[in-house]
T-cell receptor
Framework: GAVVSQHPSRVICKSGTSVKIECRSL??????MFWYRQFPKQSLMLMAT?????????EQGVEKDKFLINHASLTLSTLTVTSAHPEDSSFYIC???????????FGPGTRLLVL | AQKVTQAQTEISVVEKEDVTLDCVYE???????LFWYKQPPSGELVFLIR??????QNEISGRYSWNFQKSTSSFNFTITASQVVDSAVYFC??????????????FGTGTRLTIIP
């Protein structure tokens, strides 16, 4: 299957700082990538759809000014959590799909802990 | 609006037993896709299967099998002869439309499966 990577795998930061998470499709190009958030023992909730070359589409209730998404190339999307707070601590997972392969492949996730 | 329900929050079975994970979905689209993903303790989601709405054939892959029934809007997952390595959280998911890789997924709440040695 297709490979999606994320960096970093885990990060600890102080409240008020910004954190950038990278999502890369390693062996395919993806015009669309997705960002999900998963709180402990809960399901994955879609945060936003990242579109290469255009603005991201955010789900209802997700603050676009707090969660900045940049899809700079066909293999890279970044999620920046700005002015992070302890309630932003979560597991962030991205996904991408090779064109017309009908299956989303997920990155290994990034565990964010905000102190 | 689309919705996926996994009524079983947690299941524990003794190794070598068979176990079925239930998934019921709701959608207004006639074209949609259903998925199962496995999430081991490491956190990474592992793709298991994709099924489109026009293909109701059941599928078997080794110890895994899936039963898709449109009449009851269900897409159940059975593991036969369970093993400890099957312990994980399993998610059922749905996407609507043609799904050329750019349709968002709606996930169920997941079922935590524990296989007891």
């Amino acid at each position: 299957g297709a490979v999606v990577s994320q960096h970093p795998s885990r990060v600890i930061c102080k409240s008020g700082t910004s954190v950038k998470i990278e999502c890369r499709s390693l062996d395919f190009q993806a015009t669309t990538m997705f960002w999900y958030r998963q709180f402990p023992k809960q399901s994955l909730m879609l945060m936003a759809t990242s579109n290469e070359g255009s603005k991201a589409t955010y789900e209802q209730g997700v603050e676009k000014d707090k969660f900045l998404i940049n899809h700079a190339s066909l293999t890279l999307s970044t999620l920046t959590v700005t002015s992070a707070h302890p309630e932003d601590s979560s597991f962030y997972i991205c996904s991408a799909s090779p064109w017309i392969q009908e299956t989303q492949y997920f990155g290994p996730g990034t565990r964010l802990l905000v102190l | 609006a689309q919705k996926v329900t996994q009524a079983q929050t947690e299941i524990s079975v003794v190794e070598k037993e068979d176990v079925t994970l239930d998934c019921v979905y709701e959608t207004r689209d006639t074209t949609y896709y259903l998925f199962w993903y496995k999430q081991p303790p490491s956190g990474e989601l592992v793709f298991l299967i994709r099924r489109n709405s026009f293909d109701e054939q059941n599928e078997i892959s080794g110890r895994y099998s899936w039963n898709f029934q449109k009449s009851t809007s269900s897409f159940n997952f059975t593991i036969t002869a369970s093993q400890v390595v099957d312990s994980a959280v399993y998610f059922c998911a749905l996407s609507e439309g043609n799904n050329f890789g750019n349709e968002k997924l709606t996930f169920g709440t997941g079922t935590r499966l524990t296989i007891i040695p």
